[in-house]
């Protein structure tokens, strides 16, 4: 916060391929004190909870977060799209095949920008219809996606502006980085700076990052950069 975030993800339940099952109970029990800490320390705050359970979704905001964070856009739990109608908070929707532990075998797309450019306007006609009225795209880099496929996406990724959304994009330290230089997700923060302006000039309007100094510095001379073109 003090080096310019605007808000903080929060998550406890890790998404990595092949990460440890966490229950729900678990989820919560990791999750809702820090929330609770965060909200009370810093009134201002504005938490994004990272989860696909409805029933995290549901008490965490009830403990003071103000968006979800859904990495499967509701196909991990039926109830979350109908919970974040009830609860009317903004709902980020990732594109994702499969789960965490089956999305590296599910790669395969005839055309991906097509199929996710598809998949995104189902999943946004379905959280209109229950009333969803704030919503940000999120590609899911790194997410049933190869190395290849996610630069094809970034490459491509002003397509999705036709979804008339805010686009997240989260690639910093992410494997496509730093397989590509071959160097470690540490080293990677010199090649997250590199995709995150890129992303930015494809058309995303939220950035995901680890590093929130050298991302702000970053968006600031991104900013003055179009001011003077």
Known sequence: LAEGAIFIDIGAYSSKPNAEYVSEEVELQRLIPIVELLVNEFPEIIISIDTFRSQVAQKAIEAGAAIINDISA???????????????????????????????????????????????????????SLGINDLIVDPGYGFAKTTEQNFEVLQKSDLFQQLNLPILAGLSRKSMIYKTLETTAK????????????????????????????????????EVFQKTT
């Open 74 to 128: 509701g196909n991990l739990d039926e109830g979350m799209m109908e919970t974040v109608a009830k609860l009317q908070v903004p709902y980020i929707m990732m594109h994702m095949k499969g789960t965490p532990n089956t999305m590296q075998n599910l790669t395969h797309y005839d055309d991906i920008m097509k199929e996710m450019m598809l998949y995104f306007a189902q999943k946004i006609s379905l959280a209109r």
């Open 187 to 222: 080293n990677a923060l010199n090649g997250t700076t590199v995709l995150n302006t890129l992303a930015l000039t494809k058309g995303a309007n939220i950035l995901r990052v680890h590093d929130v100094k050298e991302a702000m510095e970053a968006l600031n001379l991104f």
